[in-house]
């Protein structure tokens, strides 16, 4: 148990009896305080913290908490972000609660409104849900959402998806990690220890929806905190102290909260900070960490639209000739590197790449465990119909065709994960059917400009399938600007980070944008004009691979860089995006002081990967298999 | 688990294993926290908390103290002495015994060349009182130099000058407990939130539990000026013209507490006579506060049952610094609030000993707040030491910033700087840097070895930190309170008391002079000359400051012997009438006529330069800046700056521009907000090559403390924004 002091100070310890209001049984979101009954299996059980078996006493264990944030009290002092790190033992670059602010006004009726936030053990966590390894569990003791850095692979889908930058994913250990309600404190009766150090009697804690005492307010918002509708958070806010009607950012976002006159909410709008001058940044474009969702995502829809083609010659009569014809084993085997190299891509940009194999763990909740299964699906299918491919008997036959319909299935389920998991609520630039649209095109596109390259070169390119091949990436194109046409009016019109992302794409990245923009129109041009003429021309047939694969490329690349989540504001340098980065290109990260490290690459740690296999009992491999199913 | 798992994981929560919590006092600001120091079965320190039932601090420490374990083993620390004939030669390490010993003989030498005030000593808020009193016997006792004094003229000066001018004494009257008693309270160009996270936090539990109106004068809009009830944005450096025009108020309309202006004061016509210049339509004019403002404000103030005054270098660093603590004193003074409970002028001080090196260091006197220019203190001590009475000078010698000046003039040829860094903290740096490459000989005594001044150095003395040593420091309440060593210096590196030690013997070559080898009989020593004294501290000694988490002075040897437990708190200075410290027992209303010789912006030089501290970082940063933990919310300088003129400039957030003043540059990077003006910029002073650059730090005609606060500068926007990402990082090799 954690050691508590005979002498704790009175505003250490926790006082839910002491408030005068009436505790409620439901909270505002309808789900009921009390997160299991006394006859449940799970009441009164040991939350074995380091081994300790012990039973804490705390009379309120079975309650959902949460943390309470007077606002007007706030001075960001840092004490709370300096305690918590204290107890966890984190380096400066990781932190489980941070101090941002926003501020509205003119000199010298100005103000800054200073938010401490951590992780808020939403009733609906996200994170928990997206996890694609469950390192995530809500616990029935105090309804604390903790996270299993021993379990987590790095992948950081948990860091987009929750709206309050609550999940930390650390760059040198390669996982994350994240707020543990300091439970071994509340063990014992204790606040945890942000709250213990609050030097402006800004931060508290217990039971969610009780108001502390001399407090006057439990309300869910206040300018700069996310909408409350993604996760039900339980934080409780007071705000007393009226702000200004707008209330902007100071870290690099171009976002500020925009009081609305009727219902008096802060909105997200856009701030357009850095002027409307037009560049190109194209290192950034292309130089991104997530090089490696472009590489797998790019060639990973190609490849499915390639083999669905393949397959469809059913009803598409000219692509059964492709079949049938000898560019079929080129072109699985073209599938199957492109394939190789796009999960490859994936799984190295894990910080724990070794333990990629718990990424199917979570299929009950995790869209990205479903994306990955679909996926593998599909892998072994396209192995397993390729490899039969080479032989030529009835069995053979059968077993390609199963394998074709295992691939089959897991194009389906894989690609609609693979759109699916980027719906995410809180990045209102994916949160979008263009989301869909631009990974269908590219299906579309890349796979028919494949198919119909090889049979180019292998001189099977027969007029009917050039045609065929020409309208399907024809199509595709078509599906690229409809998407992108109504992609941005839905950003343009939004009050949402979405708007500040299309300002970043159209300013900061405005030459590249306008570059993709045009070379779409030279694709669609050079497509259109073939399909009229039934054009096989080779020198048109580059152009148009270029053009098209110009476009995925630009195209993926922004979809990846001007994504702004809706997420909690930042100061000037810490926890701001703009100076992380600055850090990073000077050499500033350099400076271990300095609280930004390098973005870096994790090995495949193979001796690890060995250890967990001959170290996990058989019964221990089967329990977890079965567990991928039941949760 | 409600849902995630079928089957519960344990939980792995960061445990430190600490099997032993030892006692200190937080060696950061003046506010004096009580701290314990969780230290592991390896004897090593893994973490600090507040001490739960310190009246203090109750509890509590601010992120400079939660992360105060990690100084033992911080980048820079110096861990061997080292010699070299020149600066600029390369350092050649040594031995304790040959670089005293060469310390000494230069010493001598330059003494006996250009005359025994030719070698000065420069010492600091950072020691402990033992070390400071050590120090002071060395150097007046022995050494003989008038030209001693403490960094503590950059910060506390002109306090110690103010109340020395009115209650003629130093020694803030006040304590934190009269937050809890005040029912009006005035901080000026004090940020309380940002500069004493903690006396902040004592002032808003007294708040939350009474509620008391809080006025706060300041140029900016600082956390403490955006919760108060009035926020005075005032021109930068008229702060006596406010403080006149609210006493012409106060006197006008008949406010004042006529019984105890009376029974406690001497010069009301006087002061009567020169604030009737200051009609508050004609004081608006010059400070910027509207005349109904100045009313009310006063009204609100002189009608407080208890009304108390804060002030830290807003007030202190300013050519009338000492004018400004006067004026505080002056009003104080004409309501009755010196010495009762919520009525005070409390100077919220600077750094964690700043008190100790006021009362003990001997750097402006004697110790204990004796004069050199009293002739029976001169007697008492010297009889006290058994030294010749008239080795000790008749007159206090020059202060620091004057000294530099001296070194400058060639009159100066030896330095001997004790934990303080000149080169990032005095005002206008190349021309201390000019005056550093002069001087004949340097011994630079710190903790660290990468103190920007060690360049200049012929002699590095490696030194303990904080809690590698043992002894008292003194709080802005008056409290003495404790530090046991926690920590032994790194490789060679010794306590400063041993240092001093060890040179004293070098220079008592007949030994006549005593010098305990162990803090807690110099404490006692100390304890044995207070007796009778303003600072009493008779009834104390290590244990009992333990105990009690610290005791405010005084506490007598008759108060221990009658079983008088020292209070918790709430001590006050001159809570009887007629008990100030001139001979007469009144204190003084001093009539202050404001001239305003500041740097003021005009053409060439458009924008006001305001320089100040933030949370996170400790003065030179030497500290907080390897702490990374506290370093990373402002790792690189920045500068404050008004949205309208940033625009007007081309400026954009985050752009590194360059501010030029009379003296230099400066490289910082930009923060568009409306905190300030817009003919004012902000710069955390903490940089080093950055604010004091530019900073010209025109002197105090009383306390000799510079104008940190009131320069004028030019802003020039950076095309080649890369060059000067380059050229800020250089800057951040220190």
């Keep these: 148990m954690f050691p508590k002091r005979h002498n704790e100070p009175g505003y250490a310890l926790l006082s839910d009896a002491l408030n005068a209001t009436p505790a409620k049984t439901v909270n505002r979101y309808g789900t009921p305080i009390q997160t299991v009954k006394a006859d449940d299996k799970r009441y009164n059980q040991s939350l074995n913290i380091n081994n300790d078996q012990g039973i804490g006493e705390n009379p309120d264990r079975y309650k959902q908490h949460g943390f309470y944030f007077n606002a007007d009290n706030c001075i960001a002092c840092h004490a709370c972000e300096a305690a918590c790190s204290e107890k966890n033992d984190n380096p400066a670059h990781i932190a489980f609660r941070s101090v941002g602010f926003v501020e509205g006004g003119t000199y010298p009726a100005y103000q800054r409104l200073n938010i401490s936030m951590a992780c808020n053990h939403c009733d609906d966590p996200v994170c928990l849900k997206g996890c694609p390894t469950r390192a995530y569990t809500k616990f029935a003791e105090y309804g604390a959402v903790l996270q299993d850095p021993d379990i987590c692979f790095g992948c950081g889908y948990c860091t987009w998806v929750c709206p309050y930058n609550a999940p930390q994913l650390d760059p040198v250990k390669g996982q994350v990690s994240k707020c543990n309600m300091c439970v071994d404190r509340l063990e014992v009766g204790l606040k945890p220890a942000c709250v213990a150090a609050c030097l402006g009697n800004a931060l508290d804690f217990g039971v969610t929806e009780n108001i502390p005492q001399n407090r006057s307010q439990a309300k869910a918002e206040i300018p700069g905190f996310p909408r409350t509708d993604i996760t039900h958070p339980n934080i409780r806010f007071q705000q007393t102290r009226t702000s200004q009607r707008d209330m902007t950012r100071v870290d690099q976002a171009d976002v500020k909260y925009h009081r609305d006159e009727i219902s008096g909410q802060y909105k997200p709008v856009l701030d357009p900070k850095h002027g409307k001058q037009r560049t190109w940044n194209l290192n950034k474009l292309l130089g991104s960490h997530e090089n490696a969702h472009i590489a797998f995502t790019l060639s990973v829809q190609t490849v499915m639209g390639a083999f669905l083609m393949l397959l469809s010659g059913v009803w598409l009569a000219p692509l059964a000739t492709l079949k049938s014809g000898p560019a079929l084993l080129p072109a699985l085997g073209l599938m199957l590197l492109m394939m190789g190299f796009g999960l490859f891509k994936l799984n190295m940009h894990l910080g724990k790449p070794h333990r990629f194999y718990r990424g199917f763990y979570n299929l009950r909740h995790s869209p990205v465990s479903r994306e990955i299964a679909g996926v593998s699906a599909f892998f072994g299918g396209l192995l397993g119909y390729s490899f039969f491919a080479l032989f030529d008997s009835t069995v053979a036959q059968l077993l390609q065709n199963l394998f074709g319909l295992l691939a089959l299935t897991g194009a389906v389920l894989g690609g609609y994960f693979m759109y699916k998991l980027y719906r995410i609520e809180a990045r209102p630039f994916w949160n979008h059917w263009y989301t869909g649209a631009t990974f269908a095109a590219t299906a579309l596109v890349l796979g028919a400009l494949l198919l119909a390259l090889l049979a180019l070169l292998l001189n099977a390119l027969t007029p009917a399938l050039n045609t065929t091949l020409l309208l399907l990436i024809s199509a595709g194109l078509v599906l690229e600007t409809v998407g992108l046409l109504g992609h941005a009016r839905s950003l343009q019109a939004a009050a949402s980070e979405g708007a500040a992302s299309f300002y970043q794409q159209t300013t900061f990245y405005g030459k590249a944008y306008w570059s993709r923009n045009l070379l779409l129109a030279l694709a669609l041009l050079i497509a259109g004009s073939m399909l009229f003429f039934n054009s096989h021309n080779s020198i048109a047939y580059g152009l148009l691979a270029v053009s098209a694969i110009a476009v995925n490329i630009l195209s993926r690349s922004l979809f990846y860089v001007v994504v702004i989540p809706t997420t909690m504001p930042g100061a000037f340098f810490w926890k701001n995006a703009g100076f992380v980065e600055h850090a990073r290109e000077t050499g500033l990260a350099d400076m271990p002081q300095l609280g930004v490290v390098y973005e870096r690459h994790h090995a495949f740690k193979l001796d690890e990967l060995w250890e967990t296999i001959t170290t996990t009992s058989m019964k221990q491999k089967l329990d977890q298999l079965r567990r991928v199913f039941s949760g | 688990m409600l849902f995630g798992r079928t089957s519960k994981n344990p939980i792995k929560i960061a445990d430190k294993a600490v099997v032993e919590w030892k006692y200190a006092t937080c060696g950061y600001c003046s506010t004096g926290c009580s701290i314990e120091v969780g230290l592991n079965n390896a004897g090593k320190a893994v973490s600090s908390r507040g001490v739960a039932d310190a009246d203090v601090n109750r509890g509590k420490l601010c992120l400079k103290g939660i992360f105060e374990h990690e100084l033992f083993d911080s980048a820079g620390r110096g861990k061997v002495p080292k010699y070299r004939k020149h600066w600029h030669d390369e350092w050649k390490t040594s031995d304790w015994d040959s670089t005293l010993d060469t310390t000494h003989d230069e010493i001598r030498r330059i003494q006996q060349t250009y005359g025994r005030d030719a070698f000065a000593i420069i010492s600091t808020g950072q020691l402990l009182t033992e070390e400071f009193y050590t120090l002071g016997k060395l150097t007046r006792g022995l050494i003989g130099t008038n030209n001693y004094d403490g960094n503590t003229t950059l910060c506390m000066a002109s306090a110690v000058s103010g109340y020395k001018r009115s209650f003629g004494s130093d020694g803030p009257p006040g304590c934190y407990e009269d937050f809890e008693h005040t029912d009006c309270l005035i901080a000026w160009g004090s940020n309380l939130p940002e500069q004493h996270p903690i006396i902040y936090w004592r002032m808003k539990e007294a708040q939350e539990k009474r509620g008391f109106p809080l006025i706060v004068v300041d140029p900016r809009v600082t956390m403490l000026a955006q919760f108060a009830d009035i926020h005075l944005p005032i021109t930068p450096g008229t702060d006596v013209v406010l403080q006149n025009s609210m006493m012409y108020v ?485």
């Design chain 2, 250 to 734: 106060i006197l006008d309309e008949g406010l004042q507490d006529t019984r105890y202006i009376e029974a406690n004061t001497n010069g009301l016509e006087e002061l009567r006579a020169e604030v009737s210049h200051y009609d508050p339509t004609t004081a608006a004019k010059i400070c910027g506060i509207d005349e109904d403002t100045i009313r009310s404000v006063a009204r609100l103030y002189a009608n407080a049952e208890a009304a108390m005054q804060i002030w830290t270098m807003g007030i202190n660093q300013s050519t009338h610094g000492s004018d400004g603590v006067v004026g505080i004193n002056n009003l104080s003074l004409l309501c009755g609030n010196i010495g009762k409970p919520g009525g005070t002028s409390l100077s919220i001080t600077g750094q964690c000993n700043a008190m100790g090196t006021r009362e003990w260091s001997s750097c402006s006197g004697l110790p204990n707040y004796r004069q050199l220019e009293n002739a029976q203190d001169r007697k008492d001590i010297s009889e006290f030491w058994n030294i010749d009475e008239d080795f000790l000078p008749q007159k206090r010698g020059m202060f620091q910033t004057d000294i530099y000046h001296a070194i400058e003039a060639g009159l100066i040829k030896g330095l001997w700087l004790i934990a303080t860094n000149p080169l990032s903290s005095l005002p206008n740096s190349e021309r201390v840097r000019r005056a550093m490459q002069k001087l004949e000989f340097c011994v630079v005594q710190d903790c660290y070895e990468d103190t920007e001044s060690a360049q200049y150095a012929n002699v590095f003395l490696p030194a303990g930190t904080w809690a590698e040593k043992e002894g008292v420091m003194t709080n802005t309440e008056r409290r003495i309170n404790l530090i046991n060593p926690i920590a032994t210096p790194p490789g060679d590196a010794k306590a400063d008391l041993w240092v001093f030690n060890q040179m004293a013997k070098r220079f008592n070559t007949d030994g006549k002079v005593s010098f305990p080898d162990k803090a807690a009989d110099i404490f006692l020593e100390m304890a044995s000359i207070s007796k009778g004294r303003l600072a009493d501290i008779s009834g104390m000694s290590h244990a009992l400051l333990e105990q009690h988490r610290g005791i405010q002075w005084p506490y007598t040897e008759q108060q221990l012997n009658d079983k008088q437990p020292p209070p918790q708190g709430g001590k006050r200075l001159y809570t009887e009438d007629g008990t100030f410290r001139y001979a007469d027992g009144r204190a003084k209303l001093i009539p202050l006529p404001f001239i305003d010789n500041n740097e003021v912006p005009d053409e060439k030089f458009p924008i006001w330069l305001n320089t100040g501290r933030l949370i996170e970082h400790w003065h030179g940063r030497t500290k907080t800046g390897k702490i990374g933990n506290n370093n990373k919310y402002s790792p690189i300088p920045f500068v404050e700056i008004n949205p309208d003129l940033a625009a007007e400039l081309g400026i954009q957030r985050g752009e590194y521009i360059r501010l030029v003043s009379r003296r230099s540059d400066a490289v910082v990077m930009a923060t568009p907000t409306h905190r300030v003006p817009k003919n004012m910029v902000f710069l955390p002073f903490h940089f080093h090559d950055c604010a004091n650059r530019l900073t010209l730090g025109l002197l105090d005609p009383h306390s000799r403390q510079p104008a940190f606060k009131q320069s004028a500068i030019r802003i020039e926007s950076l095309a080649d924004q890369k060059a000067a990402a380059r050229l800020s990082m250089e800057m951040r090799s220190f």
